[in-house]
């Protein structure tokens, strides 16, 4: 869906302050990034003292959580994109009831979600081990944590509009204290003290449970002292064209964040069926693999404000100069973090408990594959959540995750293990299947330029057909342009 008047398709160049404007946008995201990456790593690392199976247990329960977590992602996703976009065009009014119907809907979702998870605790904890010990553990973990669902997607959809309308460091405030409440929980919780029992696995569920709580207490507390505009702005939900807009885009995100979530899950069940040894480490490397991914999740989300506000105002060639400016970014910082993790993976592999003889065999290649994987994950991320997605080209997004993850990086991974009988390590290896064919496949539809797309709402007829000429001329002249330096 897409309008605007005065469209500005001859700008080529990047906006003025462009690395300033990414820095304020990226760096407080990356932040808070790590330290949600660094209290999923603090959980494991914690409840590891307890066992091996208390350490699997806390990897699968997550995961399940990690599910849920992504329907709120695909939600929000979309409302950070009609966010950015109507904040570009100036339409706070609309941001605000964009917001609006991203948090009703989610709660709507997640409250269903929430009750399958947690009622069906035992039963979901056995698809994944065999181990009775680890089912008990996991099923412990999804009760004490159960209100934490939508008590996350309120945070992260209030947190998508702030960013999209160019606040970064409010999120980042909070949840750094949040966070820190978090990890002093975890503390008196799993280990006990000050009169409470050491409460293991269950603890740090319910750490996370009560700082969730506190974060929403806090964030609508600033937000009512600062008359916030996501509070003073007039919603506006009578207004079925914004809830077919946002519903376009939050369907195929939401179905896509849940195959990918399922699909993470898929390989965890493998490497579950593998061994309880094999789940162990495989489930201490998944927080610190996102802790690594940090920055460039920072990227991706400035990446996506600016070429979203780009966008709204149909400034198509200035956005696809933004668009190879953070491809190059991300392909200097893949390079530059992957070789410099494999410099010092030794003491990585001791920080992260895995220099146990039981563990390192496993965990000593494994950093080194993951490492090595980084620079192309991270070209995935900035090209489909960065810019591709940015201009609404989700249905293509949704097709390409589909075919790339379970056609064929889910189905190589069980032939690997369960059919040709290979070492865990080549198994993990086998991973990069999926994000080599997501290269190929995405970078070829960033190439085309179908997703430079206004999506704000279409005012008139004439709107609609002046937009989609100017699209289209760009986009011809475009391709004529890599013809000619072809």
């Known amino acids: ?69 992504m329907i709120m992602a695909g939600l929000s996703s979309a409302n950070g994109t009609l966010v950015a976009q109507y904040w570009g065009k100036g339409d706070r009014a609309s941001a605000k009831t964009v917001t609006s119907l991203a948090i009703q809907f989610g709660l709507k979702v997640l409250i269903p979600v929430t009750l399958i998870i947690t009622l069906g605790s035992q039963f979901i904890m056995m698809l994944q081990t065999s181990d009775e010990q680890v089912i008990h553990l996991g099923a412990t973990y999804l009760w004490y944590g159960f209100p934490v669902l939508m008590l996350t997607h309120v945070v992260i959809a209030i947190e998508s509009s702030m960013r999209s309308s160019g606040d970064a460091v409010t999120p980042l405030l909070i949840g750094a204290i949040t966070i820190f409440i978090n990890i002093a929980l975890n503390f008196w919780l799993i280990k006990g003290g000050f009169g409470v029992p050491a409460m293991g696995v269950a603890g740090a569920a319910l750490a996370t449970t009560i700082s969730r709580l506190l974060q929403v207490l806090m964030i609508l507390g600033v937000m009512k002292l600062r008359n916030h505009w996501l509070l003073s702005t007039q919603a506006s939900m009578e207004r079925p064209s914004l809830w077919l807009a946002y519903k376009r885009l939050a369907f195929p995100l939401t179905v896509n964040a849940v195959l990918w979530a399922m699909g993470t899950m898929a390989y965890q069940m493998i490497f579950g069926h593998m061994g309880t040894t094999e789940l162990a480490v495989f489930s201490m490397l998944g927080p610190f693999e996102s802790l690594c991914y940090s920055v460039f999740f920072g990227l991706s989300v400035a990446c996506s404000v600016l070429m979203g506000q780009s966008l709204g105002r149909d400034e198509f060639g200035q956005a696809k100069e933004m668009a190879k400016f953070f491809i190059r970014m991300v392909l200097l910082f893949g390079v530059t973090v992957g070789g410099g993790m494999l410099l010092i993976r ?85 991973m990069l299947v999926e994000e080599v064919v997501k290269l190929t496949l995405c970078f070829r539809r960033y190439l085309q330029g179908e997703w430079m797309n206004n999506l704000t709402i279409i005012t008139n007829e004439n709107d609609v057909k002046n937009t989609a000429k100017k699209r289209s001329k760009f986009r011809i002249i475009s391709r004529l342009k890599r013809r000619v330096n072809a």
């Open 1 to 69: 869906m897409t309008t605007k008047t005065q469209p500005k398709t001859t700008d080529n160049t990047l906006p003025d302050h462009m690395l300033s404007r990414v820095v304020k946008l990226a760096f407080p995201v990356a932040i808070q990034s790590a330290l949600v990456a660094i209290l999923a790593l603090a959980d494991v690392l914690m409840v590891s003292d307890f066992g091996k199976e208390a350490t699997a247990a806390v990897g699968i329960a997550s995961k399940w959580h990690f599910v849920a977590i």
């Open 346 to 430: 030794e003491p990585i592999l001791e920080w992260l408990n895995l220099t146990q003889p039981e563990l390192y065999p496993l965990a000593q290649p494994a950093i080194i594959i993951l490492c090595s994987a980084i620079v192309i994950r991270m070209t995935n991320m900035i090209v489909i959540n960065g810019i591709l997605r940015a201009g609404g080209d989700n249905h293509f997004c949704l097709r390409m995750d589909f075919i790339a993850m379970w056609v064929i990086g889910i189905p190589v991974c069980t032939l690997a293990a369960f059919v040709i009988g290979l070492e865990f390590k080549y198994v993990y290896a086998m």
